[in-house]
């Protein structure tokens, strides 16, 4: 044999042999406007010992931002795109050579997936240019000489006709002969993965009563599932999903093709009426899922024993700016400022933490009133066209808000979204409505009608008889812990004597920051213009929920400040501007 052979022989054996690791990523998604710059963002993946990453599209400065480094990389075909490129091989190599070729081999880009999610889609065109999309784009790498890149796509649960028990799992039929097998066909032809997101959180907190939290959170001691048709048992919420999975693939014809956990992952936090998203579960789910996944030798599942199981965790950050119910903004491992949640490395070698996790305050349903109000930091111009549709469904959920009705304020067009995001809400909760409105609205459990009165003089003077009615309104009403404000121009410090000494009326100034208080630049010794804490005056305990209009979202509309001198000379007026 000569050393040539012996030489290629060597590398196979190598090759072959080689370890596939099961140390969990991590998903880096990037729909945050406060997110760390990329270059800081692989600092911090690194500084939790992941060594896989996976992106949500190509991102140009990412992919350079790791560059030469050891992390291993999975990037992804926008969803949008994938029809044309079903029906475009040359589109499909402009997009390898725009987004791959640039960046491969130095940045270690092994994974390509075509979309996110798409056959969970209702778009029929969509679903069916999926697996056109995959061998399209599977050429393109061979033809344009990308080697050691897989191709696949991810699934999410709801791919599955059936699950439980976890033998029974199969293929929903309007996707299993016409998506599925043609897909598992060319998984199977390129030893590629069928990539799955699963969420155990999601069948927990739908049915809390019947499925045990421990169960779900790798933490049950004496729950135990046995599959009936194959006497599996299973002792978490995880496994079973995951064997759903497999006997599916195996009912299609391929009982060995590998699977990889595309997402899994715990809520750190969500709205009130989204149970057990807290940091105490998230932190036990992920330590203990990453305790599992990187186990070695490998731990596997009872209908795959011993065999890797390959993951990422979501998310990298919290991302402010995903839509959808509160739990989507918080399942990251790090707040947008690089902190951690909680302590947590994926390498699996951390086998105790230090720290004392809060405890849970929510794994109970809450029982409460939530109503859904304009968002802090909601953008004003949206607001419009969201209270049009939300008062376009029927129900008469905007009638008191139209005109002439008991709560119609023409000018106050961010009230008016509150009241109508929460009578949208009441109405199509239970069939599916929900407090989004594309992030522009968020929960309370402060009921907005009850925080507060606001009562306006047109005139340039406050009467007496308007103070003292403000009083008598405070007092028979105290219980209910409204807030009355009277708005005047700057200066009318007899109104605002006689409202704080005589009627103990909160009294509020609007006016434009110019107007905040003397300034005399001629004179740096007086300091007319020097502000004071607000808080020396009211109770903001109390009176914040004034500020924010009613609307238990932290935001305030006004921002309110304190001169040491303004013509109320006993400093009884808060000055506010918008």
């Known amino acids: ?16 042999g080689a370890k596939f690791s099961g140390r969990p990523g991590v998903n880096y998604g990037q729909l945050g406007d406060n997110l760390p710059s990329p270059s800081d963002s692989v600092k911090l993946i690194q500084s939790l010992n992941a060594k896989r990453v996976k992106l949500y599209d190509a991102n140009p400065a990412i992919l350079a931002a790791l560059n030469a480094t050891d992390i291993t990389v999975s990037v992804m075909v926008p969803n949008e795109l994938i029809v044309n490129i079903s029906k475009s091989s040359s589109l499909s190599d402009e997009w390898i050579r725009s987004n791959i070729l640039p960046f491969h081999p130095s940045t270690k880009i092994r994974y390509l997936l075509v979309g996110n999610e798409i056959l969970t889609s209702a778009d029929s065109e969509l679903k069916s240019a999926l697996v ?78 019947h499925v045990d939290l421990g169960y779900a959170l790798f933490e049950s001691t004496n729950v135990t599932v046995t599959d009936p048709a194959t006497n599996l048992t299973y002792h978490n919420l995880f496994d079973q999903m995951i064997d759903a999975f497999v006997f599916a693939t195996s009912r299609l014809g391929y009982p060995d093709l590998r699977i990889w956990v595309a997402e899994t992952g715990w809520p750190n936090n969500g709205d009130y009426d989204q149970i057990g998203a807290n940091v105490y579960n998230a932190a036990t789910y992920n330590r203990n899922v990453v305790k599992k996944l ?52 994926l390498s699996g070698e951390t086998t105790e933490y230090k720290e004392t996790l809060p405890a849970p305050e929510n794994n109970e349903v809450y029982k409460g009133k939530i109503w859904c109000v304009v968002a802090k930091g ?107 404000c009277l708005i005047r121009p700057v200066g009318v410090n007899m109104a605002a004597l006689t409202a704080k000494k005589k009627h103990a009326v909160p009294f509020v100034v609007l006016a434009g920051s110019h107007k905040l208080c003397p300034l005399y630049p001629h004179n740096p010794e007086v300091l007319l213009n020097e502000l004071r804490s607000p808080s020396e005056l009211l109770d903001f305990g109390e009176f914040s929920d004034c500020l924010d209009f009613g609307l238990g979202s932290g935001s305030p509309l006004l921002q309110v400040v304190n001169p040491t001198f303004d013509s109320s000379r006993s400093h009884q007026t808060l000055l506010a501007f918008l």
């Not at 598992?184 to 993965?193: A, E, I, P, V």
């Open 294 to 345: 990187s186990a070695e030798p490998p731990v596997g599942t009872p209908a795959r024993p011993g065999k890797v199981l390959p993951s990422f965790i979501f998310a990298l950050f919290n991302e402010n700016q995903k839509t959808g119910p509160g739990t989507e903004r918080h399942f990251g491992l790090l707040h947008p400022n690089g902190s951690r949640v909680y302590e947590i490395e």
């Open 378 to 484: 909601a953008n004003w111009t949206q607001l419009g066209e969201a209270l049009s549709y939300a008062c376009s469904q029927g129900n008469n959920t905007c009638d008191p808000i139209k005109p002439g009705g008991p709560c119609h304020k023409p000018d106050l067009t961010v009230l008016h979204a509150s009241y109508a995001f929460s009578s949208y809400w009441a109405s199509f909760r239970k069939t599916g409505g929900t407090c989004s409105f594309n992030g522009l609205a968020t929960q309370t459990i402060k009921d907005p009608s009850k925080l507060w009165t606001l009562r306006v003089s047109e005139r340039d003077t406050v009467t007496t008889n308007e103070l003292r009615q403000c009083r008598e309104d405070r007092t028979r009403r105290k219980d209910r812990a409204r807030c009355y």
């Open 1 to 16: 044999m000569s050393v040539l052979h012996l030489l290629a022989l060597s590398l196979l054996v190598s090759v072959s």
């Open 132 to 209: 056109p999309a995959m061998r399209k784009i599977q050429r393109s790498l061979k033809k344009l000489g990308v080697k050691k890149v897989k191709v696949g796509t991810t699934l999410a649960v709801d791919v599955l006709k059936t699950s439980f028990p976890p033998s029974s799992g199969e293929f929903r039929s309007d996707i299993s002969g016409s998506v599925m097998k043609p897909m598992l066909q060319f998984l199977n032809r390129t030893k590629s993965f069928l990539f799955v997101d699963v969420y155990p959180y999601f069948p927990w907190a739908q049915d809390p009563a």
